[in-house]
T-cell receptor, first 114, second 112 residues
Framework: GPKVLQIPSHQIIDMGQMVTLNCDPV?????FYWYKQILGQQMEFLVN????????KSKLFKDQFSVERPDGSYFTLKIQPTALEDSAVYFC????????????FGPGTRLTVL | QQKVQQSPESLIVPEGGMASLNCTFS?????YFWWYRQHSGEGPKALM?????GDKKEGRFTAHLNKASLHVSLHIKDSQPSDSALYFC????????????FGAGTRLAVCP
């Protein structure tokens, strides 16, 4: 079936540094999402993105977070600067459209902030 | 704010048995309901969706939705060891941009 890829699978970074998480969504999908899962807790919505714009974001999507997809390449989540509480697994997802269509998830990037 | 709760937290069933997973949601404007399955080290994968009240059957899996009771369930018939995984209920609202609110998950173990 359709696959979403995420690079890297693991990232360890010092607090205060910048990190970029990369997502290669399903090729014909138009809507892109990031979710955050802290160990032992439920997955939480961060942001969705369509046509170059953030459509909706949660309160977890702090000012230090940004997303973009320049020229149809990777869909990225950038955190600058990172904080200890940003340690989590970040899942990227994509969907063809809205209206309850399935979101396809990547395998996640485990981010550890020291 | 939407709250999605799942029960039980974990479930052990014998091979060939029936597994029943429950999910309650808080917002009556909820419109789309999904069950996702996640194996260790992988991302969640959609198992099935249900959008209307009643039952929806896909092979060994049956989802049931009762919007008035704010309840959705998943029943797995003839459970197999390969069904062992973490199961998430996910809900999205009418008028939202497909934002999914997830439950904490039910960990299912099917023992041979």
């Amino acid at each position: 079936g359709p696959k979403v890829l995420q690079i890297p699978s693991h990232q360890i970074i010092d607090m205060g540094q910048m990190v970029t998480l990369n997502c290669d969504p399903v090729s014909n999908h138009l809507y892109f999402y990031w979710y955050k899962q802290i160990l032992g807790q439920q997955m939480e919505f961060l942001v969705n993105f369509y046509n170059g714009k953030v459509m909706e974001k949660s309160k977890l999507f702090k000012d230090q977070f940004s997303v973009e997809r320049p020229d149809g390449s990777y869909f990225t989540l950038k955190i600058q600067p990172t904080a200890l509480e940003d340690s989590a697994v970040y899942f990227c997802a994509s969907s063809l459209s809205l209206g309850g269509l399935e979101q396809y998830f990547g395998p996640g990037t485990r981010l550890t902030v020291l | 704010q939407q709250k999605v709760q799942q029960s039980p937290e974990s479930l052990i069933v014998p091979e060939g048995g029936m597994a029943s997973l429950n999910c309650t949601f808080s917002d009556r404007n909820s419109q789309y309901f999904w069950w996702y399955r996640q194996h260790s080290g992988e991302g969640p994968k959609a198992l099935m969706s249900i959008f209307s009240n009643g039952d929806k059957k896909e092979g060994r899996f049956t989802a049931h939705l009762n919007k008035a009771s704010l309840h959705v369930s998943l029943h797995i018939k003839d459970s197999q060891p390969s069904d062992s995984a973490l199961y998430f209920c996910a809900v999205s609202m009418a008028g939202s941009f497909n934002k999914l609110t997830f439950g904490a998950g039910t960990r299912l173990a099917v023992c041979p």
